[in-house]
T-cell receptor
Framework: DAGVIQSPRHEVTEMGQEVTLRCKPI?????LFWYRQTMMRGLELLIY????????DSGMPEDRFSAKMPNASFSTLKIQPSEPRDSAVYFC???????????????FGPGTRLTVL | DQQVKQNSPSLSVQEGRISILNCDYT??????FLWYKKYPAEGPTFLIS?????DKNEDGRFTVFLNKSAKHLSLHIVPSQPGDSAVYFC????????????FGGGTRLMVKP
């Protein structure tokens, strides 16, 4: 398997523009996670899905952020409008879902480095 | 409120010596702990984990120790190699939390030749 795929790898945009980050999880994985990494806050969970359904979006910073998972092989994280403080590296991760009582290993994509000018 | 803390932002070690990375947590519901390693421009990769029913787990040069009473875990790398230079993240999860992981802020390890 190719692992978790994210696109684009780098995104530079201007304040106020819409940004869409994309993720393809590992085939067969039931869980998908979106993280943001910044110097100040480290690696923080934004939202995660189980079987394409959003389970916990309490980490999404504002209404400007939204995430979708229309099918098992694709997810998007959208920021509209973007602001300079959104500049960070955004990671997508997926895990298998072994069932109740297990914590799965999460496999991360390479990340998207977002710069908002 | 940071539930998982890595108080040392960086650590420098000589090649061949032991590296000890520390992690503290506050949530007593955490019952599974993981270490991830991250190289620049790459995503974190899983390194080793430990369940709360154990106090030690070993995998080659890597050993994780868990002290539940102190809410503390550590990662030992012996012997350290220059290729181990990376950022190491400690993560924790709680049973019933739906596979959610809470990460520490990371420790940058530099292994000098």
């Amino acid at each position: 398997d190719a692992g978790v795929i994210q696109s684009p790898r780098h995104e530079v945009t201007e304040m106020g523009q819409e940004v869409t980050l994309r993720c393809k999880p590992i085939s067969g994985h039931d869980y998908l996670f979106w993280y943001r990494q910044t110097m100040m806050r480290g690696l923080e969970l934004l939202i995660y899905f189980n079987n394409n359904v959003p389970i916990d979006d309490s980490g999404m910073p504002e209404d400007r952020f939204s995430a979708k998972m229309p099918n098992a092989s694709f997810s998007t994280l959208k920021i509209q409008p973007s602001e300079p403080r959104d500049s960070a590296v955004y990671f997508c991760a997926s895990s298998e879902g072994q069932g109740v009582g297990y914590t799965d290993t999460q496999y991360f994509g390479p990340g998207t480095r977002l710069t908002v000018l | 409120d940071q539930q998982v803390k890595q108080n040392s932002p960086s650590l420098s070690v000589q090649e061949g010596r032991i590296s000890i990375l520390n992690c503290d947590y506050t949530n007593s519901m955490f019952d599974y702990f993981l270490w991830y390693k991250k190289y620049p421009a790459e995503g974190p990769t899983f390194l080793i984990s430990i369940s709360s029913i154990k106090d030690k787990n070993e995998d080659g040069r890597f050993t994780v120790f868990l002290n539940k009473s102190a809410k503390h875990l550590s990662l030992h790398i012996v012997p350290s190699q220059p290729g181990d230079s990376a950022v190491y993240f400690c993560a924790a999860s709680a049973l019933g939390a739906g596979n959610m992981l809470t990460f520490g802020g990371g420790t940058r390890l530099m292994v000098k030749p």
